[in-house]
């Protein structure tokens, strides 16, 4: 119904620290601990498995709420899912939110969200959250290839495939990466203490450690050389994390998980998965895992597959950045807990929407007098009240409701696919289910 929203998660949002005065400190106040600031605030609980598979249903829990996975965790790169309000985002069923630490360091600046209380309560979202290291955004710029998975290896692999010096703007060094900004060419800094100094500021509920992004096209010496800086960058983190969750104690316990690299080889993502499977530094181990760094589509399984196997079983995988729904059935099975994915949005406002029989284009002048919905029986707000006919014409119109309507459905269709695939591993039921989705899936393309 227009206007009503679904209450969000329980309210958990952080208040600005208490104070307290003891004898001792003459007036001046000291932050109390926070109630959920150890550790232990957060967990991860699996339900039930696949048979045969690697893949699991199971619980996140975060200060700020419980995930149920496997989940899909819509993007909100600069603390905004574009064009939707949280609300509305809550409402078409989003259990969390990603937001991206590059880019809010840049913009408008991690004191603010240190100042408004942590993510959440700046942007009024008071479900769980996650941050990831901004080592993507960094080191994107810095080589200039594809930013999806879809790359591929067998074009070229050779490390000066990237982008020639004078137009890098990012260099790798052993103790961090120096890069200019994309927004005013200003020179910026990230080692793996700055990246946990600045995601604590930020304060999501799941933050993670800094890393080396390599691409496909990098060479085997290159990838081993980077693997081991990336495991010593985890090393750091962690003892950055561990001083920084005693010093801000009047702050929720935000979880960090490990990033595993290491291209397309199997002995070097099962290596990252060892390494940072068994790392302990100070005490703190990582609450759980980012996949990270080069996918191709058609590997994607069997290496989510390997580090699966690999990991420990009583913590959460995060699949970092895939792109289409047929992905999302893959990932799962070898054993992704949860990913993101900024595409549903992105191509909503390109004018693209997905529906259980394939994607197609407003933009077609078919859809002109077209006045059903994206979708018969879709249970978004977008397709309850509007046609194909009005987005057709907001598209060509360049009006702004056409983005947030497209984007509604299209986070909800990805949403529901997942919460879909969720209750067939419940029921035992997952193969089956996949395989009428995805032939229904892939039988038309408009
Ligand atoms: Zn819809």
Redesign the pocket.
Known sequence: MPGETTPAPAETRPAAPETAQSPGDRGRTVPQPHPQSSPESFGFQVHHRIDGGLGRTGTITTPHGTIQTPAFIPVATKATVKAVRPEEMSELGAQAVLANAYHLNLQPGTDVLDAAGGLGAFMNWPGPTFTDSGGFQVMSLGVGFKKTISMDSSRVADDTAVAPEHERRAFVDDDGVTFRSHIDGTEHRFTPEISMKLQHEIGADIIFAFDELTTLFNTRAYQEESLERTRLWAERCLAAHAELTQQRSHRPYQALFGVLQGAQYEDLRRKAAQDLGAMEVAGHSFDGFGIGGALEKENLGVIVGWVSQELPENKPRHLLGISEPEDFFTAIENGADTFDCVQPSRVARNGR?Y?PDGYFNIPQAKFKKDFS???DG???????HYSKAYLHHLFKAKEMLYSTLCT??NE??TVTLVDQIRESIQDGRFYEFRDQALTRYQGRRG
Do not use: S
């Open positions: 929407v529906t919905p994206i979708q879709c249970g978004c707000y977008t397709c309850q509604i459905h909800y269709y």
